[in-house]
């Protein structure tokens, strides 16, 4: 199983990125997709998860109404718009997979069973 992230780069404060997160047919039809981040010395956050069928998304709280995740099954493929980007943000954002739905504990790594390699996210002037 395999999850490439991209979309990731060097934004000024108050600008957007949209992450994308490729994976396998197999994987986007019968699995939810969560997005993580890491920034240095800190453990890894949850951010948002979207269920196997879209229907459902959830969001941490500090990202709230700045972050957008989608997801585009016919391309294979799970997306998180961040706008109103803050030095905050920055850190390594990872996806990854687990079965069916994230509405139990959506931002707990170890339910998730398939991760990416991470995609670098800094958010600086």
């Known amino acids: 199983v395999q999850l490439v992230e991209s979309g990731g780069g060097l934004v000024q404060p108050g600008g957007s990125l949209r992450l994308s997160c490729a994976a396998s047919k197999f994987i986007l039809d019968n699995y939810a997709i969560g997005w993580f981040r890491q920034a240095p010395g800190k453990e890894r956050e949850g951010v948002s998860c979207i269920s196997d069928s879209g229907g459902i998304a959830y969001y941490t709280d500090s990202v709230k109404g700045r972050f957008t995740i989608s997801r585009d099954n016919a391309k294979n493929t799970v997306y998180l718009q961040m706008n109103t980007l803050e030095p905050k943000d920055t850190a390594v954002y990872y996806c990854?997979?687990?079965?069916?739905?994230?509405?139990?504990?959506?931002?707990?790594?170890?339910?998730?069973?398939?991760w990416g390699q991470g995609t670098q996210v800094t958010v600086s002037s």
């Open positions: 990854a997979a687990r079965p069916w739905s994230c509405s139990s504990t959506p931002f707990v790594p170890n339910r998730y069973d398939y």
